[in-house]
């Protein structure tokens, strides 16, 4: 048993090496090559930053998922569903890094990405809400697409300052081993916890201030990764969809409610903005190391209700209804206060010239 437990440490452990090693390599090629996010009006950094380095951790998830599913640790479906809908996404992000695509052009590929996921893991028609399962027919392959195009785009919005997406993403995998390895599934909780190793080894080179971003490739595969393990954990009775939810509260709120806050206001939701809690928060004079470990402090909030949730599954839909508002609430109040900072700030450099005398 020991001898196990230290062959999968050391796996782990390779693991985040050669994320990193793989990582430092796409760095070096996109400098040569001038892939660089130059900054903008619009942008959170101020030097030019080699892009695409999510092409190291993508990877590495994709080839040891693979060899997991080869090895019987994960089901044939999850691999295939995980796998194509994966390489899509991220070939399409990889691209765009390196020739800007349109807005039209990914969305078809996002949606072509969601049909395969869904195809491969046999659809999805009912969910469960702690003290009923919802039957949802055809109308939830439909709810579930559109779901799983705009997670990809979600995570593409979130990730705009350094560390932030890939911080959040190993938080959430590491919450969801917790919780797999408590419910009894073990095989789940170490899969979970190699994606995180994965992850980490580009976080180091993304960690404020930032070496190297994920950029397009990196971001869109992570929103097709968890949108297909949402799923996957709903259908298999493991962890219910409402739970992923609760988890990535944050990034949802925040990126569907200025969305919608976007779209109110007659403004293009596909463009690029500054207009995020955590980008407004930066310009408000706060790190993005700061912002990075506030988000994850609301985090640990967030995986405790849902350790409770998991606990007593009948709460599960009102507690998680309560938390959305709340963190819609705080997001609503957070606009506002860093707004009207923002504007302050404004008023306050203007310098007055001296009257003569």
């Known amino acids: 048993m020991m001898e196990n437990i230290f062959i999968i440490i050391l796996l782990l452990l390779l693991t985040i090496v050669f994320s990193y090693m793989l990582t430092a390599m796409v760095r070096i090629y996109n400098v040569k090559k001038n892939i660089l996010d130059v900054p903008n009006e619009r942008s959170s950094h101020t030097t030019a930053t080699p892009r695409a380095g ?35 996404v991220a070939g399409i992000g990889l691209w765009d890094d390196i020739d800007d695509l349109g807005a039209r052009v990914r969305m078809v ?46 995570f593409n919005f979130m990730d705009g ?32 916890v190699f994606l995180a190793c994965a992850i980490s080894g580009f976080l180091i080179s993304n960690w404020p201030p930032a070496k190297i971003f994920m950029g397009d490739t990196g971001s ?15 259908k298999s009775g493991e962890l219910p969809m409402i739970i992923w939810l609760l988890i990535l509260g944050v990034f949802i709120i925040d990126a569907t409610v200025t969305l919608i806050l ?9 463009e690029a903005h500054r207009s995020h809690v955590y980008q407004l928060a930066v310009q408000a004079g706060f790190s993005h190391k700061q912002v990075t470990l506030g988000v994850l402090t609301v985090n640990c909030g967030l995986f405790l209700l849902a350790y409770f949730m998991l606990t007593f599954p009948l ?29 302050i700030d404004k008023f306050q450099s203007l310098s007055i010239p001296n009257l003569p005398d």
């Open 262 to 270: 976007r779209w109110h206001q007659g403004q293009k939701w596909y």
């Open 54 to 88: 999510g092409l190291g951790f993508v990877l590495v998830i994709l080839g040891g998922t693979v060899l997991l599913g080869m090895a019987g640790v994960i089901e044939s479906r999850l691999v295939i569903s995980l796998a194509g809908s994966g390489l899509m």
């Open 315 to 343: 709460l599960m839909l009102p507690f998680s209804l309560v938390a959305a508002l709340l963190l819609t609430l705080a997001h609503r109040y957070l606009v506002s206060y860093f707004n009207k900072k923002l504007l």
């Open 109 to 154: 590929f996002h949606f072509l990405a969601a049909v395969w996921a869904l195809f491969w893991l046999g659809g999805f028609t009912e969910i469960n809400l702690g003290f009923m399962t919802l039957y949802l027919g055809w109308w939830g392959n439909i709810l579930a697409a559109a779901g799983i195009a705009w997670m990809i785009n979600l």
């Open 220 to 234: 869109c595969f992570l929103g097709v990764m968890f949108a297909v393990l949402a799923v996957a954990s709903e």
């Open 161 to 192: 300052i350094d560390g932030l997406a890939a911080s959040e993403s190993i938080s959430m995998l590491l919450a969801a081993a917790l919780f797999s390895f408590t419910m009894g599934s073990q095989t789940a909780a170490i899969f979970y």
